[in-house]
């Protein structure tokens, strides 16, 4: 019998995967979220599970009056922040719910990430 083709999500742009954390006043990495933010479901926070390649950049050489001269088909990234394992606290307006194999996920952009926490890492 063979076997079935495994799926597996591939998040895309600056948008990140999250795992959802249920909502409580105080997050399993200290951060204090005050009342007013849970109340309306302003902010929401979770796991990082994937992160997409950045925002493409366009190719520098597009700019000039001979764009016959650009070489690379390559496109660039300017790469997401957010690295998977972080702990992101997002605007819960901007995040998109989904279901994948009957877990539920957020798909956020970057731009709605207010900040994030990283175990064992430095300022920034």
Not at 103 to 108: A, D, E, I, P
């Amino acid at each position: 019998m063979p076997e079935e083709p495994t799926k597996r999500l591939i998040v895309v742009g600056d948008r990140v995967l999250v795992a959802p954390a249920e909502g409580e006043e105080r997050t399993t990495v200290g951060l204090y979220l005050p009342a007013t933010a849970l109340e309306g479901r302003q902010v929401q926070g979770g796991r990082i599970i994937a992160t997409g390649p950045g925002t493409p950049m366009g190719e520098p050489a597009a700019l000039d009056d001979e764009p016959w001269k650009i070489r690379s088909a390559e496109v660039k990234y300017l790469p997401v922040q957010a690295h998977v394992g972080d702990y992101a606290l997002f605007f819960r307006k901007a995040a998109v719910e989904i279901t994948f194999e009957d877990k539920s996920y957020l798909v956020v952009p970057q731009a709605a990430i207010l900040v994030l926490v990283r175990e064992g890492a430095g300022p920034g």
